[in-house]
């Protein structure tokens, strides 16, 4: 069985991740399934800042919802006593994909800005290269009780990622806001007004993880899955840019 989870309303995301992770593992000793797959996310691995995050880093959490959840369900498919295997995708895009293909070309199309260099990393992972890991994670037995990333062997920056998409788009340029601008925001000076005047307009801050996830400078390493999986993704980002461009208001949209 797999499961995943969802991201939405502070509730939905708590109750989805967390509660009803919990009902599915109680459904599953029930029904005395050979094993279930948890869709995790590598946002677990929070703030942490080494250049190559593999499955045996730590994961405290980080004082925010998502990530939280994430960290606590999968600590409840650990101590569940059922044959488990724990995935943490990446940057997940390809045809109708939400957060990294549909989402970021609607920004594009609102006018949303590149951020200086705009040089995070992105570990991407094409949604067919996706589904054939997830697929080793049943049929291999070796997956029982391990934990894999799973994604792409290689890194785009969010520029490179951004300005893919709008070439897709017919646009060969982003605007951008400066560099100087962003090194302000992102300084312990900037931190503090912008949480000043977000509390005068009553808005919430955004965590220490929120703002660092467009600067992180961490690729994920699937050498676990390559290792133990034979996994293999077969689909690099020129391919997988390519099979959005070909007729791309069809597919995304």
Same mark, same amino acid.
């Given at each position: +069985? ?10 939905? $995301?708590?109750?989805?991740?967390? =509660? ?11 029904? /005395?399934? $050979? ?14 800042? &080494? ?11 980080? *004082? ?8 606590? &369900? $999968?600590? @409840? ?14 940057? @997940?895009? !390809?045809?109708? !994909? ?7 070309? #609607? ?17 991407? *992972?094409?949604? /067919? ?11 291999? #037995? ?21 300005? &893919? ?8 340029? +982003? ?26 307009? !009553?808005? =919430? ?17 699937? =050498?676990?899955?390559? /290792? ?26």
């Amino acid at each position: +069985m797999y499961n995943g989870g969802a991201a939405g309303s502070k509730e939905l $995301e708590w109750r989805t991740n967390v =509660e009803g992770t919990t009902n599915v593992l109680a459904a599953c000793k029930a029904c /005395d399934i $050979e094993r279930i797959v948890y869709i995790s996310s590598i946002a677990v691995y929070g703030i942490n800042t &080494a250049p190559l995050l593999d499955e045996g880093m730590p994961t405290p959490p980080v *004082g925010e919802l998502y990530p939280d959840c994430k960290i606590t &369900a $999968e600590t @409840t498919v650990r101590a569940s006593h059922l044959p488990y295997v724990i995935v943490r995708p990446a940057y @997940t895009y !390809g045809p109708r !994909g939400g957060a990294w293909t549909v989402s970021i070309v #609607n920004q594009i199309l609102r006018g949303s800005k590149l951020l200086g260099r705009d040089d995070g990393i992105i570990t991407p *992972g094409y949604i /067919d290269n996706v589904i054939d890991g997830l697929f080793l994670t049943i049929t291999k #037995n070796a997956a029982i009780g391990c934990t894999f990333n799973i994604c792409d062997d290689y890194t785009v920056t969010y520029r490179e990622f951004f300005l &893919a998409y709008a070439r897709i788009l017919g646009l060969n340029s +982003m605007p951008t806001t400066p560099q100087w601008i962003v090194t302000l925001r992102r300084s312990e000076t900037g931190w503090w007004l912008r949480k000043r005047i977000r509390k005068m307009r !009553g808005r =919430e801050q955004p965590g220490k993880w929120s703002s660092q996830f467009r600067f992180n400078p961490s690729q994920y390493s699937i =050498e676990h899955a390559k /290792d133990t999986l034979g996994y293999s993704p077969k689909v690099d980002f020129l391919k997988g840019y390519g099979g959005l461009k070909i007729g791309y208001v069809k597919i995304i949209f």
